[in-house]
C-alpha cells in the first residue's frame, strides 16, 4: 500500500513563507516523480512542480518559479517544498503525488495525499 502525508500547511501573511513535506511509504520510490499540486476553491487543481527522485530534475509552474523550491530526501522517502514570498492567490490546498513519469496533469499521477491547506492573508 502506497501512502504519501503531506504535513507544514498553515496560515501566513503575504510576503511569508512555509515548508510542505511529503512522506512517502509503501516502495522505493528512486525511480518515481514527485509533484505538487494545488486546488483552491471552486478552481481545478493545478500543477505546481515535480521532481525526480533520482537526478533532482524539476519543473516548475511559471506562477511560482523563483519563489518555490522543491528538494528531496532519497534517504527518507520526504520531498519538501519551500515557498517565499507567498501571495493571498497561492491559497489552496496543496497535494503531493507520485508517478514513475514526469507529467503536469493531475490524471498523470497515481499516487496522492490527502493534502494541506495553506492560506495566505492580504
Known amino acids: 500500500q502506497v501512502q504519501l502525508v503531506e504535513s507544514g500547511g498553515g496560515l501566513v501573511q503575504a510576503g511569508g513563507s512555509l515548508r510542505l513535506s511529503c512522506a512517502a511509504s509503501?516502495?522505493?520510490?528512486?525511480?518515481?516523480?514527485m509533484g505538487w499540486f494545488r486546488q483552491a476553491p471552486g478552481k481545478e487543481r493545478e500543477f505546481v512542480v515535480a521532481?525526480?527522485?533520482?537526478?533532482?530534475?524539476?519543473y516548475y509552474a511559471d506562477s511560482v518559479k523563483g519563489r518555490f523550491t522543491i528538494s528531496r530526501d532519497n534517504a527518507k522517502n520526504t520531498a519538501s517544498l519551500q515557498m517565499n514570498s507567498l501571495r493571498p492567490e497561492d491559497t489552496a490546498v496543496y497535494y503531493c503525488?507520485?508517478?514513475?513519469?514526469?507529467?503536469?496533469?493531475?490524471?498523470?499521477?497515481?499516487?496522492w495525499g490527502q493534502g494541506t491547506q495553506v492560506t495566505v492573508s492580504s
Open positions: 521532481i525526480r527522485w533520482s537526478g533532482g530534475y524539476t
Open positions: 503525488a507520485a508517478d514513475r513519469l514526469v507529467g503536469a496533469l493531475p490524471h498523470e499521477y497515481e499516487y
Open positions: 509503501g516502495r522505493t520510490f528512486s525511480s518515481y516523480v
